[in-house]
């Protein structure tokens, strides 16, 4: 038995992609990955969303929470300070602390 015909056995071993035509109805012949059952035209290649995503990442969430807070201690400090975004009451005391230590932590 030559390569190819050894590859063309190891092939057809393998289970199908589970997706169908919704036009006719006949099931895709490629091969299926993973526990999925899907080719990696249908989706089987998929290794899922990145860990870090957008605008919502721990490090930035951090970030705004620290501008947050110094912009309340300015609140304080200047009656005449205003920001239009800015809701001091939108932190509360638990999440002020883990801020201010995370942040010391961060310029050690």
């Known amino acids: 038995m030559s390569n190819i015909d050894k590859a063309r056995v190891a092939l057809a071993a393998l289970p199908r992609c589970n997706a169908k035509s919704r036009q006719s109805g ?3 012949k490629n091969p299926g990955l993973g526990a999925g059952g899907k080719c990696r035209f249908h989706g089987g290649a998929s290794t899922g969303r990145p860990p ?3 605008r919502l990442t721990k490090a930035n969430l951090l970030n705004r929470d620290w501008v947050r807070l110094l912009l309340g201690v300015l609140a304080i400090e200047n009656p ?3 920001v ?3 809701n001091p009451g939108s932190m509360t005391m638990a999440r002020a602390s883990e801020v201010m230590k995370a942040q010391k932590l ?3």
Do not use: I, M
């Open 26 to 28: 006949v099931q895709c």
């Open 106 to 108: 961060r310029r050690r």
């Open 84 to 86: 239009s975004w800015f």
């Open 80 to 82: 005449g300070f205003k």
């Open 52 to 54: 870090t995503h957008g």
